[in-house]
């Protein structure tokens, strides 16, 4: 049942438009968002809306984590900070698209949640992605620099930390905004420094906690 759910939402996703890239898609397919909700919510896994999967938080809805990774640039081979790990499927998807040379360091906030989404990930034999507790906030220092970094969190501003812990010719993506609203912000670093862009659409995700995110 849920095999033809998800593949009715990946049609969906290219039909609208949002979904664009083949590995993508074939990473969508490959990684079963039903393992990353609560049971009682799997009827609804493959409905593009986001699902609470505990303590004030939420699994981001499959169109817009098309946009965020389409935006991220994901490339074989590459070293991926993702800050939020939630239920993990944002990980997982990640995961596929960096391959096996490639890896995935997340990090989470909140212990039990950390602890699910490694569950979760296990589930499909995923083994490059590495689930971290801490302040993502302030980055992932030890681990610098990034190919990429991915922020499934709304930020009051783009974290400097988290900009300074870029490769020259990385990429950041971060909704950035008030609470209720923020604009996707897309920054690169260049030998010369950042450039940013804006997605025009607003987006509505759950606070980033910690340092350089909304106070509590």
Known sequence: MFEQENVELVNYLKKTGVL???????ALLKTPRHLFVPEDLQKSAYKDYPLHIGRGQT???????????QFLGTKSGQKILEIGTGSGWQSALLSRLVGRRGKIFTMEIIPDLAESAKKNIEKLNIKNVFVI???GS???????????IIITAAAPAIPE??????????????PVGSRYAQKMTVIKRTRKGFLSEELPSYFAFVPLRGKEGFEE
């Open 20 to 26: 664009k890239s083949k590995a993508l898609e074939k």
């Open 138 to 148: 302030l980055g992932l220092e030890k681990e610098k620099p990034f190919d990429r």
């Open 161 to 174: 930390a988290l900009k300074n812990q870029l490769k020259t010719g990385g990429r950041l993506v971060v």
């Open 59 to 69: 699994i981001s809805q499959p169109s817009t984590v098309a946009i965020m990774t």
């Open 133 to 135: 507790v801490g302040n």
